[in-house]
T-cell receptor, first 111, second 112 residues
Framework: DVKVTQSSRYLVKRTGEKVFLECVQD?????MFWYRQDPGLGLRLIYF???????EKGDIPEGYSVSREKKERFSLILESASTNQTSMYLC??????????FGSGTRLTVV | EDQVTQSPEALRLQEGESSSLNCSYT??????LFWYRQDPGKGPEFLFT???AGEEKEKERLKATLTKKESFLHITAPKPEDSATYLC?????????????FGKGTLLTVNP
């Protein structure tokens, strides 16, 4: 089975900090995605990557950037964390016929 | 722009009381419709993929069906452990566009 591992389950950061969320997959999949999930808003796509060093903006990229230096690792970066970025962040990799396989999520609180 | 609407937002059932969840969608060329289950504090877990109208998939007490405008997730004789949020998502477009558009989910609670 595909495993998607997010480095932290819970994070608390201060406003203005630079925050790194890490995601690692173990199945050599080309496509990786970052979503955030908020009550009443559902899952919204932040960024995705279809290959090493390749990235595309999703629906809500403002305030975020990404890095994919190796195929198995996709990082989400909050350049200067703000309270409105408090959310559940979900990483996923694409698996043929299965849509996405998700990680367990990182619940980020910005204070 | 692809749109996915799930109803109801929340559903409360008694154990054994069968029901259905609805997912209505508008897409420009459906490439797949996906159902996921999500437990509190966890990532969504894949349930089914449907590709064309008339297709059906089953897994234990769950059965997913697809028409040209909507999908249903039927739950037969549910148990408390079926309590979760059920998410529907669609993939459209072609080429390397694997973006999924999600609905907001239906929160299912099954009481013993």
């Amino acid at each position: 089975d595909v495993k998607v591992t997010q480095s932290s389950r819970y994070l608390v950061k201060r406003t203005g900090e630079k925050v790194f969320l890490e995601c690692v997959q173990d199945m050599d999949h080309e496509n990786m995605f970052w979503y955030r999930q908020d009550p009443g808003l559902g899952l919204r796509l932040i960024y995705f990557s279809y290959d090493v060093k390749m990235k595309e903006k999703g629906d809500i990229p403002e305030g975020y950037s990404v890095s994919r230096e190796k195929k198995e690792r996709f990082s989400l970066i909050l350049e200067s964390a703000s309270t409105n970025q408090t959310s559940m962040y979900l990483c996923a990799t694409r698996r043929v016929n299965y849509g996405y396989t998700f990680g367990s999520g990182t619940r980020l609180t910005v204070v | 722009e692809d749109q996915v609407t799930q109803s109801p937002e929340a559903l409360r059932l008694q154990e054994g009381e069968s029901s259905s969840l609805n997912c209505s969608y508008t897409v420009s060329g459906l490439r797949g419709l996906f159902w996921y289950r999500q437990d509190p504090g966890k990532g969504p877990e894949f349930l089914f993929t449907l590709y064309s109208a008339g297709e059906e998939k089953e897994k234990e007490r769950l059965k997913a069906t697809l028409t040209k405008k909507e999908s249903f997730l039927h739950i037969t004789a549910p148990k408390p452990e079926d309590s979760a949020t059920y998410l529907c998502a669609v993939q459209s477009g072609g080429g390397s566009n694997y973006k999924l558009t999600f609905g907001k989910g239906t929160l299912l609670t099954v009481n013993p």
